[in-house]
């Protein structure tokens, strides 16, 4: 079953319920906001103290970051993860599917106001496949006459049982840029985490994330970077959208094209990237 719900203030959703999962997912954004698996624990974390409103992009679900992950590279007033997260998509496409899963796809296209953030005409494309996996693929269309660079995340927010008891295994041997320290250094052991974090790894492979309740495989496409970030307690302190502990029970690992992996398209050409949560 597909519901078209709306809060209070006007912010719209869809809610969906199928034979294998539950999820709910914002026009705003094509922000998916909770995953549920039947009979198993919500995937995806949400703050207590989020905001869901006109734009003001959720703490906590999967906000989309298009077209710059991060700061923008050389205007530092432009928004943080791009303008995708907090703009109004379209839905096009709701279908049941003959298996019961359900497929969504939404569509963000340039507007007057995002050609003055990004000179570039684009399509931009996520199809939602709900079914006892969660798998999310975002297409980046050039629909423009010159090649653009793009960066990208789905800035996933994990449910976990505390951080201190997380293990992420798949990342060894790999190297990361710790945002912190702005150094690259090399992971040797399967990553624990105790301290804050805001790293991205360049690593393409599986990765699992466990803790006390589940193991969660995290399969990317088109993505040759993974983030790992949690604000701990004095950063999120002075996040308003953060409560006092809510850092305790959240992770994110977020596939991403960062860094060195943001991606040239070149004129009607297209990108593909997504990740397959299981
Ligand atoms: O993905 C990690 C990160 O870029 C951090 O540096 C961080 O501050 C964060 O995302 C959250 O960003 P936001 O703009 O949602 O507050």
């Keep these: 079953m597909i519901q078209h719900k709306q809060l209070q203030n006007g912010f719209k959703y869809m809610e969906i319920n199928n034979v294998y999962a539950s999820a709910?997912?914002?026009?705003?954004?094509?922000?998916?906001w909770a995953y549920t698996p039947k009979d198993k624990s919500d995937l995806l974390w949400v703050s207590e103290a989020s905001y869901f409103e006109e734009g003001k992009t959720i703490r906590g679900g999967i906000p989309v970051c298009f077209p710059?992950?991060?700061?923008?590279?050389?205007?530092?007033?432009?928004?943080?993860?791009?303008?995708?997260?907090?703009?109004?998509?379209?839905?096009?496409?709701e279908v049941v599917q003959?298996?019961?899963?359900?497929?969504?796809?939404?569509?963000?296209r340039e507007t007057a106001q995002s050609l003055k953030l990004w000179p570039y005409k684009f399509t931009l494309t996520l199809d939602v496949h709900i079914a006892d996996s969660l798998s999310i693929t975002m297409s980046?269309?050039?629909?423009?006459?010159?090649?653009?660079e793009v960066g990208t995340a789905l800035h996933t927010y994990l449910h976990i049982s505390d951080v201190e008891d997380v293990n992420i295994d798949?990342?060894?041997?790999?190297?990361?840029?710790?945002?912190?320290?702005?150094?690259?250094?090399?992971?040797?052991?399967?990553?624990?985490?105790?301290?804050?974090?805001?790293?991205?790894?360049?690593?393409?492979?599986?990765?699992?994330?466990?803790?006390?309740?589940?193991?969660?495989?995290?399969?990317?496409?088109?993505?040759?970077?993974?983030?790992?970030?949690?604000?701990?307690k004095k950063k999120s302190a002075s996040m308003g959208d953060m409560t006092k502990d809510g850092y305790k029970t959240m992770l994110c690992l977020e596939t991403a094209n960062a860094r060195e992996d943001v991606r040239v398209?070149?004129?009607?050409?297209?990108?593909?990237?997504?990740?397959i949560y299981r």
């Design 140 to 148: 980046i269309k050039n629909a423009d006459e010159k090649a653009f």
């Design 98 to 108: 003959a298996d019961g899963s359900t497929l969504v796809r939404l569509e963000l």
């Design 170 to 232: 798949g990342l060894q041997n790999t190297s990361y840029f710790d945002a912190l320290t702005q150094s690259t250094q090399i992971q040797k052991d399967p990553l624990q985490i105790d301290k804050e974090i805001d790293r991205v790894y360049t690593v393409s492979n599986r990765v699992s994330m466990s803790d006390k309740h589940h193991t969660i495989n995290i399969e990317p496409q088109g993505s040759n970077t993974l983030v790992v970030w949690n604000p701990w």
């Design 265 to 275: 398209v070149k004129p009607q050409e297209t990108h593909v990237m997504g990740v």
């Design 24 to 32: 709910k997912i914002a026009l705003q954004g094509a922000h998916i």
């Design 68 to 93: 710059w992950f991060g700061k923008h590279a050389t205007d530092a007033s432009l928004p943080q993860h791009g303008f995708a997260r907090t703009s109004l998509w379209k839905l096009v496409k």
